[in-house]
């Protein structure tokens, strides 16, 4: 007789503490019941997984999904849907939507909005504002809250709190991790005469290394005086990971395979608008700058900061062209890719995609694969070559800046919550297992 909820994976390359072994996976009733070689159990679906790798599931942690308010951009299930088919099994979702995240009624909204719709796991941030900053406690008792989200410099939405005092009372009185858009406001407004019309290159000149670093010192210093713990999000900047080399006690930071893998003023000339992004691709010092942060277990997590906009809309001549650009459906291949062409360790990928979103943030029960814990996995072919290309991206968006990029990994197959939701690529689209996520 067949065990029912229950799938088994045999002959699989497993990521378990730090190295890679073949073994089997018997997952039942939406958990890994057991890891070993040669399980036998017959069992409703059983899949020969000869030839792929499969790791804990990989999470990421900085999604736009632009629901409610801009749905020809994207929505909870066409973000998901592009999730799932790179091998992503969790997102944080920001919060800086039409209207925007920041009441309780508005949250609960969002939570509505995405049961039985999402394809992948979910969590959704609180937006942090002047009026809100001294009532934050609530935040707690909502239901897959990840944390509060706090833009201090401009960017899409109207989520915005430039008064430092405001800033302060945020991270003072927030019960949850407080992630942050790190760029000073009174500078960028400061700096507009920067800003040349058609000229995209001038992007990261007006949000110059100053914007980013000045705004991050001060943050980090808000975080130590009330011993509270902030994240900052897409680091940019070289500046900003020395300062935080020997500095790091009541911070966490976040980096974007974008800032790891382009850079100006190439970027900007291949791709014009396409490239632009806040804050904004810089350098190639910069990025050799953050990818020593990344080696150097500075840099915490990497998440997509998955920010889609129409082609049509990207392509406005600068500066009317949006900052933002998808990367929910690449960032597990480009940063698996990285690893093996060994800029990076299996381990420390891991670490970035799985274990450290989970410790952070406190995401029960996943980010490893290992015995009790709920069966989310990531499943590529290993030095398979692959194309990423437009035709592939399920966001709304329909493009990726890294069209035409070739990696030694293939997607192939993504679990959630026990259930299969890609297999050799196809995605079951009749249902939807995402879950929203627990947090400690």
Not at 84 to 91: A, F
Not at 389 to 417: E, L, R, Y
Request: hydrophobic fraction near 35%; glycine fraction near 6%; proline fraction near 4%.
């Amino acid at each position: 007789m067949n065990a029912k909820n229950s799938v088994l994976l045999k002959n699989a390359e497993c990521f378990i503490k730090n190295n890679f072994n073949k073994l089997d996976i018997y997952i039942k009733n939406n958990l890994i019941h057991k890891i070993d070689t040669n399980i036998n159990i017959k069992t409703e679906n059983t899949y020969d997984c000869t030839g792929l790798t499969i790791f804990p599931g990989f999470i990421d942690t900085q999604v736009h999904f632009r629901e409610p308010g801009n749905p020809e951009k994207e929505t909870l299930e066409s973000g998901s849907k592009s999730a799932v088919l790179g091998g992503i099994t969790s997102v944080f979702e920001m919060p800086n939507t039409s209207p925007p995240t920041d009441t309780k009624e508005n949250f609960e909204d969002k939570l509505n909005r995405a049961k039985d719709r999402m394809f992948c796991n979910y969590a959704f941030y609180f937006g942090a504002t002047e009026k809100n900053s001294e009532n934050l406690e609530f935040v707690n008792n909502l239901e897959a809250c990840c944390g509060i989200k706090m833009f201090v410099g401009s960017s899409t939405g109207n989520l915005l709190i430039k008064n430092d005092k405001y800033i302060e009372q945020v991270i003072k009185n927030s019960p949850k991790v407080v992630a942050i858009h790190s760029e000073d406001e009174n500078m960028l407004v400061d700096r507009k005469n920067f800003i040349k019309k058609g000229d995209v290159c001038s992007h990261y000149e007006w949000r110059n290394i100053d914007c980013a670093l000045n705004s991050s010192k001060k943050l980090i210093s808000y975080a130590k005086k009330h011993k509270k713990k902030i994240h900052i999000l897409h680091i940019s900047t070289k500046e900003e990971i020395e300062y935080a080399r020997n500095n790091k006690e009541y911070f966490t930071l976040e980096a974007t395979p974008q800032h790891l893998t382009l850079h100006a003023p190439e970027c900007y000339e291949r791709l014009n608008t396409l490239a632009q992004m806040n804050p904004p691709i810089r350098t190639k010092d910069h990025l050799e700058g953050i990818w020593k942060g990344v080696q150097d277990n500075i840099i915490d997590i990497i998440g997509s900061d998955h920010a889609p906009h129409t082609l049509e809309q990207k392509k406005n001549e600068y500066p009317k062209s949006p900052s933002g650009m998808p990367g929910v459906q690449t960032i597990g291949l480009i940063m698996s890719d990285y690893a093996l062409q060994k800029k990076i360790s299996f381990q420390r990928l891991v670490d970035l995609l799985c274990k450290n979103p989970c410790k952070i943030f406190g995401i029960k029960n996943r980010g490893e694969i290992m015995e009790g814990n709920i069966a989310d996995l990531t499943i590529y072919k290993m030095n398979e070559p692959y194309v990423i290309k437009n035709n592939w991206i399920a966001s709304k968006s329909g493009w990726t800046a890294f069209d035409g990029m070739k990696v030694n990994i293939s997607p192939f197959g993504t679990i959630i919550n026990g259930n299969v939701a890609v297999w050799d690529n196809m995605l079951n689209d009749k249902i939807r297992f995402g879950k929203p996520l627990a947090f400690n």
